[in-house]
């Protein structure tokens, strides 16, 4: 989380939890800000529980924030903002069945990092970037890749939600199933999130195998290739035929082969791949020669390492971006991937940018997980914002919406989309049962913020973010 406290800190009464005023709030892309009426980092569940009385008293609304790393604005608000950086603790390990209990400001660097390995254990998927927290991570349905695993928030097996009442609601697999199968992507407007437990696997490596390939082989083949591999993903370069292909599979006990090249990761990696990114921003039109022309010279070739699942899987965020990311039932990848290819050909002024990222998720049980009741394939586009300007590149945005919505997507709920709860409603069978859970768990909407109005197409009687 990038945010300035623009005033004073001071303390609360006897309640030890930080509070700021004119907080300013900015995610880590640097996309979307807020300024909370006050800022906490409460230090307990009775600190909590004394911040949402306030706020009930004064009807003001609350968000909870982690890391900030979502491009969107899911967690911006004018009123009361809540950061469970302090609440991080481990509070159960069950090595028998390997599960662990933590509370939700506990990051997934720091599980999959520290606690887990002392006990040979590791999550069963690694998104790409390990500094959110568990708790924002499963509100936002954060996935890896990998047609056998699912979202992160179908390894939940138990939580507890500190409710808009100041009840705490307790729910596994056998109690209180329909709370857990909603909080398990909660878009966080269910309650305050406190403590998770998480089913974990036996540590393993990654074996990758990371290279080039062209559009027309990956298609040839696209219905067999989420099984070919543990987990398989692979990046299209639009305007060119180039494609990168990530074979990755688990092992253990392999000697780690992950070397590190300052000119290729840093030098030409980050500082060229930034400058030539921002001559495309200034000179659209020169988009797809550089597409192919960093290809060429960055990717165009054969990587193979082994290492563990975290230092595999995660890699550095290295540009702001605006990303558009939305899950089709899997047996559609080839269709949409064609059409997004050829649409982007037939279009006049029409320059993409790089890359068109695809993953291949699990269905899972999750009343609103993008993966809900079907294996999905993830597509993303990314528009890196190089020196941290630039735009949403909104002509091929609404060129991906246009033919991801007619194939029945459903937008990953951390990212930039413009679904509305129309569209929504039709994609979620079970969309009228979250909503009832919802309505149960916060009926004045206490954990609403505008962005949430958008998606569930209601606004309750508080006075912020109305």
């Known amino acids: 989380m990038q945010s300035k406290l623009l005033s004073g800190q001071r303390r609360h009464g006897q309640v030890s939890q930080i509070i700021m005023e004119a907080y300013r709030f900015s995610n880590w892309h640097g ?53 469970l950086k302090k609440m991080n603790a481990v509070l159960n390990i069950d090595e028998e069945k390997r599960q662990i209990t933590v509370q939700a400001g506990c990051s997934i660097k720091s599980l999959d990092v520290d606690i887990l390995p002392e006990y040979d254990m590791a999550l069963p998927v690694v998104p790409c970037v390990g500094e959110p927290t568990i708790a924002g991570a499963i509100a936002t349905g954060t996935h890896a890749t990998g047609k056998q695993y699912g979202t ?40 305050v999130i406190t403590e998770v437990t998480i ?3 036996p540590a393993f490596q990654i074996h990758s195998v990371v290279k080039p390939s062209t559009f027309d082989e990956i298609m040839g083949r696209v219905d067999s290739f989420p099984d070919e591999h543990d987990h398989s993903k692979f990046f299209w370069w639009p305007h060119t035929e180039n494609v990168i292909v990530f074979n990755d599979n688990r092992t253990s006990g392999e000697p780690v082969r992950n070397d590190f090249s300052w000119f290729w990761v840093v030098l030409m990696g980050y500082h060229f791949q930034q400058f030539c990114m921002w001559i495309g921003h200034v000179l659209p039109f020169l988009r797809p ?30 540009y702001s971006q605006w990303i558009n990311e ?7 990848t080839k269709e949409v991937l064609c059409e997004i290819k050829s649409r982007i050909e037939a279009s006049a002024g029409l320059y993409a940018n790089f890359p068109l990222e695809v993953r291949f998720v699990k269905g899972d049980d999750g009343m609103l997980s993008p993966s809900h009741g079907r294996d999905s394939c993830f597509i993303s586009i990314i528009t890196f914002r190089p020196y941290n300007r630039g735009g949403i590149n909104r002509k091929f945005w609404d060129l991906f919406e246009d033919i991801v919505k007619k194939a029945e997507g459903r937008p990953h709920w951390a990212k930039n989309h413009t679904a509305g709860a129309s569209h929504l409603r039709s994609v979620y069978p079970e969309w009228s049962k979250f909503c009832a859970v919802r309505e149960k768990l916060d ?24």
């Not at 507890?160 to 329909?178: F, P, S, W």
């Not at 939305?326 to 559609?332: D, N, T």
């Open 443 to 466: 009926p004045e909407g206490l954990f609403l913020n505008d962005h949430l109005e958008r998606i569930f197409g209601d606004k309750k009687g508080s006075k912020k973010d109305s």
């Open 31 to 83: 996309t979307h800000s807020c300024t909370p009426e006050r800022y906490y980092e409460p230090a307990s569940i009775e600190e909590i529980k004394q911040v949402l009385a306030k706020a009930r008293s004064e009807r003001t609304r609350v968000k909870v924030c982690g890391y900030g790393h979502s491009p969107n604005d899911i967690t911006c608000t004018d009123g009361y903002m809540i950061n």
């Open 326 to 332: 939305w899950a089709i039932p899997i047996e559609k």
């Open 199 to 201: 089913q974990c696997d």
């Open 289 to 318: 020669l550089i597409n192919l022309f960093l290809f060429k010279v960055l990717i165009n070739h054969t990587v193979d390492r082994v290492d563990t699942s975290y230092n595999i899987f995660t890699y550095p965020a290295m």
């Open 152 to 191: 992160l928030g179908s390894y939940i097996v138990g939580a507890k939600i500190l409710t808009a009442g100041g009840e705490i609601v307790a729910c596994t697999r056998e109690r209180n199933q329909d709370v857990l199968r909603a909080a398990s992507c909660s878009l966080g407007c269910l309650g």
